[in-house]
């Protein structure tokens, strides 16, 4: 897949393409739905299928702080479209700039002279230009005029509810792992680098992979069975995502995994952690001796998951 940053870089392919225009958080199956009815108009059309993204995302840009957590990261999306077959991604950066160019002036500038346009599909409610000032029926009308097609994305439900990257997180943040696994597709993720942490919980007994989370917060808090792939090994475990209440810390949010069976060095690795079940929320305890008795607690649960033993013999 062919990854281009910014509309500087940004060359017509020769043959055109078809496309279309997102944030795209999470790749969930409503966005697979659209990605698949592009690669078949990409074949029929025998063109290559294209895939706009912003950065940041425009709410991100507009209002920072009430702007909705992020499902994935830019590399976690751009590695899942990927592997939904898409063969290029625009990535543009919503700076004033873009914010300021008109509807107009971004369909010549992005869709025809940077695109080559042939195709395209976008929700019937899709607001684009300065103000939002273009809509759906304004593309119409600007392909009629320029040869290319604008196609409205069909909405993808499950049990006759909507999906969409605002109701998987909600249901992540309520501990809904089930539902938010089916609206994407797939057991949820997050991934990182493995960080030196203040190693308290290895002076507690069980120690944690500390995985940077290179976001303001994440989607979920709390206690969970996760497991994680490691140099094609799959290990089971248990994980920690929030604020770490009962320690001092820096306020910002953690994730810290505890792998069973596993003592090798992961430092320095990029890990990604499945998340398959949650536990518990995540809560203060009165001292470091009642965090402890959780942990050990959080881990037989964790062993009698993926080791399939009963609590009482561990």
């Given at each position: ?7 500087h ?11 279309t225009i997102?944030n ?14 592009l ?16 950065e940041?995302?425009p709410?991100?840009?507009f209002a ?39 509807a107009?002036a ?9 695109l ?8 019937d409610?899709?607001?684009?230009g ?8 304004f ?9 290319f097609?604008?196609?409205?994305a069909?909405t ?13 997180r909600e ?26 942490g203040q ?6 007994g069980?120690?944690?992979a ?17 497991n ?14 929030g604020?770490r209440p ?18 090798g ?9 499945v ?40």
């Amino acid at each position: 897949m062919q990854l281009v940053r910014g509309l500087h870089n940004l060359s017509p392919l020769p043959q055109g393409c078809v496309a279309t225009i997102g944030n795209f958080d999470g790749v969930h199956l409503g966005h697979q739905a659209i990605l698949a009815r592009l690669h078949e108009r990409a074949i029929e059309l025998r063109v290559p299928s294209c895939v706009v993204i912003f950065e940041p995302q425009p709410r991100e840009y507009f209002a920072p702080e009430q702007a909705p957590v992020r499902l994935t990261r830019l590399r976690e999306k751009l590695e899942l479209l990927s592997r939904a077959g898409v063969d290029r991604v625009v990535c543009l950066a919503f700076n004033r700039r873009l914010r300021e160019l008109s509807a107009r002036a971004f369909i010549d500038q992005v869709l025809i002279q940077g695109l080559g346009i042939k195709h395209l599909e976008v929700g019937d409610d899709f607001r684009f230009g300065c103000d939002r000032a273009g809509d759906f029926d304004f593309l119409v009308d600007a392909g009629r005029i320029n040869g290319f097609t604008v196609e409205a994305a069909t909405t993808v439900e499950l049990d006759g509810m909507r999906i969409s990257s605002t109701r998987i997180r909600e249901a992540l943040a309520s501990g809904d792992l089930s539902l938010a696994n089916r609206m994407l597709g797939r057991p949820y993720t997050l991934s990182g680098r493995v960080l030196h942490g203040q190693k308290l919980a290895r002076q507690l007994g069980w120690p944690t992979a500390n995985v940077q989370l290179k976001r303001r917060l994440p989607p979920m808090k709390g206690v969970y069975l996760v497991n994680v792939d490691i140099h094609g090994q799959i290990r089971g475990g248990v994980a920690n995502i929030g604020l770490r209440p009962t320690v001092k810390g820096d306020g910002r949010p953690h994730l810290e995994v505890h792998l069973l069976e596993y003592a090798g060095d992961l430092y320095g690795q990029h890990l990604t952690v499945v998340f398959h079940r949650k536990l518990r929320d995540e809560q203060r305890f009165a001292s470091l001796e009642a965090l402890k008795a959780a942990i050990d607690a959080d881990v037989a649960a964790a062993r009698a998951y993926w080791l399939g033993q009963p609590l009482d013999e561990i």
